[in-house]
């Protein structure tokens, strides 16, 4: 079956930690993204790559850094310049159908700094 | 600016009540309006979209949503609300500044179906 897939599922980090969260899809898509969800804010982007080796900072992307050498992969680092990192990541793709069925996510990485 | 808006942080209805969940949008041009949903520690599910045509729109799970222009609303709705239909629904709109398919998403909307 073609999807997203986001690991690990729970992931904790101690102060000072540099972390990376996995995102690979199978479904052909272009486009990629990572988005941080708080409680009562809703889906802030961090990055997002429309293409194999380039990518854009999204409205949150301090503290953060990514790659995308593979079509099929897009990897988010929380380092430690970002101070408040504790919530839970969600990645997206999306494709050629990206209008008639918008954004295809991942599960999630819910991080915890410890 | 672009932006989209959900006024309810909490929507509570009773089961088999018909239920709402709102959304406004500001855009430069034609909107494209999604809603998803999202249950507990779990990506987003598509559920149904507009982007031109019938006002009214029929997605999954026997939700509908209302394209409205002169409001610039497109309001979630259901005839009879389940249990099953508790989640966090999030209203989302293409950014048309971006020149990309980038979408932004509401705060979203935590509706809770009571038994």
């Known amino acids: 079956d073609g999807g997203i897939t986001q690991s690990p599922k729970y992931l904790f980090r101690k102060e000072g930690q540099n972390v990376t969260l996995s995102c690979e899809q199978n479904l052909n898509h272009d486009a990629m993204y990572w988005y941080r969800q708080d409680p009562g804010q809703g889906l802030r982007l961090i990055y997002y790559?429309?293409?194999?080796?380039?990518?854009q900072k999204g409205d949150i992307a301090e503290g953060y850094s990514v790659s995308r050498e593979k079509k099929e992969s897009f990897p988010l680092t929380v380092t430690s310049a970002q101070k408040n990192p504790t919530a839970f990541y969600l990645c997206?793709?999306?494709?050629?159908?990206?209008?008639?069925?918008?954004?295809?996510f991942g599960s999630g990485t819910r991080l915890t700094v410890v | 600016a672009q932006s989209v808006a959900q006024p309810e942080d909490q929507v509570n209805v009773a089961e088999g009540n018909p239920l709402t969940v709102k959304c406004t949008y500001s855009v430069s041009g034609n909107p494209y309006l999604f809603w998803y949903v999202q249950y507990p520690n779990r990506g987003l599910q598509f559920l149904l979209k507009?982007?031109?045509?019938?006002?009214l729109v029929k997605g999954s799970y026997g939700f509908e949503a209302e394209f409205n222009k002169s409001q610039t609303s497109f309001h979630l709705k259901k005839p009879s609300a389940l249990v099953s239909d508790s989640a966090l629904y999030f209203c989302a709109v293409r950014d048309f500044t971006s020149g990309t398919y980038k979408y932004i998403f509401g705060t979203g909307t935590r509706l809770k179906v009571l038994a």
């Open positions: 790559s429309q293409i194999v080796n380039d990518f």
């Open positions: 507009y982007i031109t045509g019938d006002n």
């Open positions: 997206a793709s999306s494709g050629m159908t990206v209008l008639l069925y918008g954004y295809t």
